[in-house]
């Protein structure tokens, strides 16, 4: 009704003050990040209730920005709750984003790829509601398995992450969810998919089907000792607290907790990212009063690094960023100097390239790309003079170099790596091939009197 114009007639002419409320209606309506402040603007809009403002509200609801994925849930609330006494706007949302579905399913390019995976999640936010027939979203699955792409694939998951386990739960849809979880699983293992592709499918049978729990592993056994060291580190440990933590720290026995305490501080996955910062804040107070610390820290610090990459596993990833996120903010607390910050970039760029090296870097993994972002990120900006200017800016032409060797970039990765380049080079020109690439690396490394693979001994372009 409401695409036709409604099925009155023409629209009533509206005042312009009625016009500008329902523009700062509209205006105000991604600010309602809450239950409670979303069902209050559902209340607001009853007030608001012509067949104009319903049309308009129905295609900006449809317009959400691509990206903004935490306004679906609430728009879908929102839709729901206006939906027993004004179905119109359900129905046109419901029928626009299928339209959309179907318009856009065999559009490859990379560029149109945010707007099919926000489509595809609010149609399962839809589906939560009772808002889209579940027969429509089996339909867009089926369509997406039918050609097993890498967008089909992404656009897949994106549906099942948020409706997949209300679809399998519900009685009247189980059996069908189940035999399109079926298909993905046949289809992943048919195809040789990379890395990030593998963890997505299976991301998304986890988020259908939770893996049931068998048996609760077994307690640790810890000295009260060590139960302590923990709640310093993983609860009371924060910028508040840390001169107390410290202070706690250094009544302990040293010699015999020593190597628990650099463990724990290693433990950089129990601790919130943006909070890696204190743990070498704590190392650096503690340097004073225990100098082998840092060595201590350092040493198994940069030893697991180089493990983790030996032993490439998804699973450990996020683990890696945290270590590295960690190197950088020792180097930010004058724990290490920058000679071991490079000594880190040079490995994660360098391990693994060669072809019949112990630990693969393949050409469509771009895993390193974002450990050497997180690294100059955390600390790239303090090289902004004398030797340690000129090493990093032959570090970013290799670094440049080997993004030119990889076959394809994710969006992500690629916005990464232009943030990292527009931080600490702004000024400098990016090359377009790997020649022009290898002529920067050796006019920089003439210029700065370094050999030109000064640190990256063994480095070499991958192709695919």
Not at 29 to 34: K, V, Y
Not at 403 to 417: H, I, N, Q
Request: glycine share 4%.
């Amino acid at each position: 009704a409401l695409a036709a114009g409604g099925e009155d007639g023409d629209e009533e002419p509206q005042s312009a003050v009625e016009r500008s409320r329902m523009d700062e209606f509209v205006a105000n309506l991604e600010e309602c990040q809450s239950r409670d402040l979303i069902d209050k603007a559902a209340q607001e809009f009853c007030y608001l209730n012509t067949k104009g403002n319903r049309k308009r509200l129905a295609r900006d609801v449809c317009a959400v920005p691509r990206g903004a994925f935490s306004l679906l849930p609430y728009y879908a609330r929102f839709v729901a709750v206006l939906a027993p006494a004004m179905p119109d706007i359900a129905e046109y949302v419901s029928a626009e984003l299928e339209r959309e579905f179907f318009s856009r399913l065999k559009v490859k390019a990379d560029a149109v790829l945010p707007n099919r995976i926000k489509n595809a999640r609010f149609v399962g936010e839809m589906v939560k509601f009772r808002l889209v027939r579940p027969g429509m979203v089996f339909n867009c699955l089926q369509r997406c398995l039918d050609d097993f792409t890498l967008h089909n694939i992404e656009v897949a998951c994106s549906i099942l992450e948020v409706a997949g386990r209300f679809l399998y739960r519900t009685k009247q849809t189980s059996q069908r969810t189940q035999a399109i979880l079926d298909t993905m699983m046949r289809l992943k293992a048919a195809k040789n998919l990379d890395s990030r592709i593998d963890m997505m499918v299976q991301n998304a049978l986890y988020c259908c089907k939770p893996p049931t729990q068998t048996a609760r592993s077994k307690r640790k056994e810890r000295s009260v000792e060590q139960e302590y060291i923990r709640h310093l580190f993983f609860q009371r440990l924060n910028k508040h607290s840390l001169d107390d933590v410290v202070k706690q720290l250094r009544k302990m026995d040293w010699a015999k907790h020593q190597p628990y305490i650099v463990k724990c501080i290693l433990k950089v996955n129990k601790c919130k990212y943006n909070q890696v910062y204190l743990l070498a804040s704590l190392v650096a107070a503690m340097t004073r009063f225990h100098p082998s610390l840092p060595i201590h820290v350092v040493d198994d610090l940069l030893a697991e690094l180089r493990y983790l990459l030996h032993l490439h596993e998804f699973a450990k990833q996020q683990r890696m960023l945290s270590l590295v996120k960690l190197v950088g903010e020792l180097y930010n607390d004058l724990v290490i100097d920058s000679g071991i910050v490079f000594d880190t970039l040079w490995t994660l760029l360098s391990s693994g390239t060669e072809r019949t090296g112990p630990m693969p870097d393949p050409p469509t993994d771009l895993f390193r790309a974002r450990l050497v972002c997180t690294l100059l990120d955390s600390c790239g900006h303090y090289f902004e003079s004398g030797t340690a200017a000129k090493r990093l800016s032959l570090f970013m032409a290799h670094f440049d170099r080997y993004m030119l060797g990889k076959d394809r970039v994710p969006t992500d990765v690629e916005f990464a790596v232009n943030d990292t380049f527009e931080a600490l080079r702004p000024k400098t020109e990016r090359a377009r091939t790997v020649e022009e690439a290898e002529a920067l690396i050796g006019k920089l490394a003439a210029e700065a009197k370094f050999p030109v693979a000064a640190g990256l001994e063994t480095y070499e372009v991958v192709a695919g």
